[in-house]
């Protein structure tokens, strides 16, 4: 490719609205367009890096037994009302009718019609396991698109669905697509983790995520510097911190807490450890047919609510939230900032995290403004709780699993996902195989994405810096630019870059002339900017000692390289992880 | 590919509702699944043949200079309201609102959108000419969708748009896409015709359509077999087929009809030629601020109205209707059947098809019920005609524009389009360069498009026989199947057909090894219902003389090749064009 017959469209400025390095990046160089809020057009340059990874995706899908199909953007009501998504997806799922009034829905996944497609053509056992997968457009109306294609409205996304006689069967499937993430991933020039996760309302029992690590992810894993062990925090188990709860030591004291509601503020009023002190949250649960249900939970003052986790109590699992302050006024007989689990009634059920539990001579809230209590213990001071959970998030510094470490935290883009989904929607679409006894069972289902469009952000989020975007070689749109300076003018440059390219172009290298006549500052800043791995450049100065300069795009200073020995030295730095 | 690691589905009986050869095949060969009216999904083998297809119109794009990028499915509707096309398009487009109301449309093509991209990516004559291209899901809400794939809702299209600097520049784009189109065609193995084109609601004065010849075909091609000429009979010029106008030869006579209302039967009665006959269409236009005008248009018996041709003429260009039956009534004073140009008042302008305007001695209604005139002559007993134009249908038989010949006919699938559209989207969205002086120019405009997944029925109308699909080579979803013959028993047929299956696969032949230990007759069946050009049979009973049976899908007769000299004759066969 020549550069003047390529599109090639940089800008100085960023548009106010991209906020992050990625969002910024991907417009400066030319990549994308905005057409509408979270939908964007793929520029000629941004296109390039799409299809090298759709193509890594592909082929390492393939290499793993799945079979590409491909599934329509525009699906039919009726199968996600089956399915009950139709009801329980929220307004993300973008519903729309045809002229005729029917209603239709644009795909945000398609668990549905693989289903439909397998009760259809799935008969036997003898036809089982199989794995379908497509790379197509899904659309998601979210209700703030940000971050440029990382949290888009209408994306690319490779969706996978396996389909397995039993259990066994579907934990195979599983493992083979966890496998081929990571070579994806690790093909794609990625520093990533795979982080066991949450469900979420997909449903299902097992589940990981592949996050890529980057300061600006929404997600925060944590993660085990020694071994394999890395969950999302929604998941994380977070140990009790205190082995064996100890006797009392203080006595019970109402102390004047005016102006300090929070944790944080009593620890300054009375001069003691945040650890010391117990945060009160108010929930409200809605059963069916009785009033709403009251519940205290405590966490450590230096501690933060887990949501996930409270989701998954009984009693949480049809949803809950935050109790209003005329709930709290009636329970607790005190406004919010000076709540606590001592002298309630038995209409508050009081849930305790497992550290909480194992305190004594805690600081709480004296359910009266502005007093706190000091010196609380559990069985003297108040009753047991109710019930002693892990409802917090992990904080770094805990201890991992096996005791042996701390727990770190680092925050990931989610760029894969690979679920177990057992008979979630094969129950509910009805689609069974007969058995090798004849007899029909349900099929055991996994399904497997990949968020083809956020990878292009989250590869620039990790590898960037001041001066543009730095590609990993595998999805850099060009891996190299062979640059002539004095185009224009120079016979001996013009004859040297074309046949270095030529030569490049042979050898499989993907390789653009910058035949422009720029000048060299702009030239170059364009390159640096769009973030090729190798740039080299033949001025007249060079090829008067038979030689060109060769930079990494992640090196300052070129290095100049007799010209029969370029296209060794350029294959040699392309295969090195760092150029 | 291990027929046993796929997923072959085929079918014996294709639903109701697949009308024609291609819809039938491609369900019975399990290359797609119906999900709703007009959307389907393409199965894995539906799938490879679609990539075939969209690489070899990639490829020849890009050697044509053409830019690869990616436009978004869901588009705003500001930018349709912007061209227009907001209002002007039928229910076709799929109008649809997103969670905050906004309105967005599922694109049936991407005019508005590349020229938006144009307006705010071009800004100099240095930067032109460009084309852009995507391919990219298609969505049309047709009222009533149908034979499969062929006039589908939810479709792939490929279209390219070009900008240039002039007209005359507009036009090497327009040659340059007309070049390309014919390689890529030429390359899908198909039998088509380039044909000049009416330009339709898109607008613009230069189009040609790319039609695959075959009877199921909704469009008429009329052509000069002995030379290039070909156009769409919507276009096709129709001469005058009577060089001069003969003097009067009878005298003007009154005949009584009863129960002649169609020149047919007129013709039957009065026993002459159906080419003594003229035929009465009565069209109303409805200009603003005035009444109805009411229009008689005259044809010859055997010729029938085209409507595009009338369109096009002074007067018509804003619509127009067949007028209503109150409407005859009043001007001629007849009921529809017996209506003529004899005697009319200058409220009804009258149109003569050109054969028609030098007819004499002809036969036309009398405008009384049940009357026709014989022996009618222009200038004698009626003035001359308002009007004398084309607007007819070609006949076969008629003769081509050169006079040297005669015309045939013959049906085509539209697969592929190439417009020239001027700067009727540029001025619309207001898309300007500046020019070598420094002063805004609208850009001048083609668009060019392929459908992508039309291609695939088309091929197969072309090329199917009782037993199912013949593919040509190139969009083959495999070329070859080997065929095992007991596979669960013969370890040499195992082994050999391996071995061939390795060998053809490193000579980068897409071949597929039936693994499956299937009957032969069903086996056989299938890869013929499948339209695999090469069938290779592996069986003990040739393997002991060292043979295995070679069969190209047209041929009746399998050939006996020798082990070492199979992958030659194979090689051979594909690239001969009748496999």
């Not at 090639?8 to 905005?34: F, V, Y």
């Not at 259990?167 to 499937?173: K, T």
């Not at 944080?264 to 249900?293: C, F, G, H, M, Y």
């Not at 769009?530 to 090196?555: C, H, K």
């Amino acid at each position: 490719m020549r550069a003047s017959a390529f599109h090639i469209s940089t800008i100085k400025e960023a548009p106010n609205d991209a906020e992050i390095a990625s969002h910024q990046l991907m417009i400066r160089a030319g990549m994308i367009r905005k057409l509408a809020g979270g939908i964007y057009n793929y520029m000629p340059l941004g296109l390039r890096t799409i299809r090298k990874i759709e193509n890594i995706i592909r082929e390492e899908m393939n290499a793993a037994g799945a079979l590409e199909l491909l599934m329509p953007v525009v699906q039919p009501a009726e199968l996600w009302q089956e399915s009950g998504r139709w009801e329980k997806y929220g307004p993300e799922l973008l519903r729309i009718k045809d002229r005729h009034g029917r209603d239709f829905i644009l795909q945000p996944t398609s668990e549905e019609v693989i289903t439909d497609i397998a009760r259809n053509e799935i008969k036997s056992w003898r036809q089982l396991p199989v794995n379908f997968y497509h790379i197509q457009t899904k659309f998601r109306d979210e209700r703030r698109p940000r971050f440029g294609v990382m949290r888009g409205r209408e994306f690319t996304m490779k969706d996978a669905y396996s389909f397995d006689r039993d259990v066994d069967g579907a934990m195979q499937s599983y493992q083979a697509m966890f496998d081929a993430y990571h070579k994806i991933f690790t093909r794609l020039g990625l520093n990533f983790r795979a982080v066991a996760a949450d469900t979420g309302s997909i449903g299902g029992s097992s589940s990981h995520e592949f996050q890529v690590i980057a300061d600006i992810g929404e997600d925060l894993i944590v993660y085990d510097p020694r071994t394999d062990y890395a969950a999302n925090i929604e998941l994380a188990a977070a140990p009790c911190l205190i082995e064996k709860r100890a006797a009392a030591g203080q006595d019970l004291c109402k102390v004047h807490t005016p102006g300090a509601a929070t944790c944080e503020e009593v620890k300054n009023l009375l001069s003691i450890d945040l650890s010391r002190t117990v945060k009160s949250i108010v929930l409200a649960t809605e059963p069916a047919d009785s009033d709403p249900q009251i519940w205290l939970l405590l966490l450590r003052g230096d501690h933060d609510l887990n949501e996930i986790k409270v989701g998954k109590l009984a009693g949480f699992e049809e949803g809950f939230r935050f109790a209003t302050e005329d709930e709290i006024k009636e329970h607790f007989g005190s406004p919010p900032g000076y709540l606590g689990p001592v002298g309630l009634d038995d209409r508050v059920k009081v849930i305790a995290d497992l550290t909480v539990a194992n305190m004594n001579d805690f600081v709480c809230g004296a359910n009266e403004a502005p007093y706190h209590l000091q010196g609380v213990n559990w069985g003297r001071d108040l009753p047991e709780p109710l019930l002693v959970a892990d409802i917090r998030n992990v904080v770094a510094g805990d201890p991992t699993p096996d005791g042996k470490g701390v727990l770190n935290i680092q925050r990931g883009i989610e760029v894969g996902h690979v679920f177990y989904l057992g008979t979630k929607y094969s129950e509910a679409l009805k689609a069974t195989y007969l058995d090798e006894t004849g007899k029909p069972a349900f099929m055991e289902m996994g399904c497997y994405g990949i968020g083809v469009t956020r990878i292009v952000g989250a590869a620039i989020e990790q590898n960037h810096d001041e001066r543009g975007i730095i590609w990993p070689r595998a999805i850099a749109p060009f891996e190299v630019a062979v640059c002539g300076l004095g185009w224009g003018k120079s016979d001996a440059v013009r004859e040297t870059a074309t046949k270095l390219y030529e030569e490049l172009k042979s050898q499989g290298v993907d390789v653009i002339l910058d035949d422009r006549d720029l000048r060299p500052g702009v030239m170059f800043a364009e390159w640096e900017l769009i973030g090729v791995p190798i740039r080299i450049t033949v001025g007249d100065r060079g090829l008067a000692n038979g030689q060109v300069e060769v930079l990494g795009r992640r090196e300052s200073n070129a290095e100049l390289v007799d010209l029969p020995d370029v296209v060794a030295r350029v294959a040699a730095k392309l295969s090195s992880r760092v150029t």
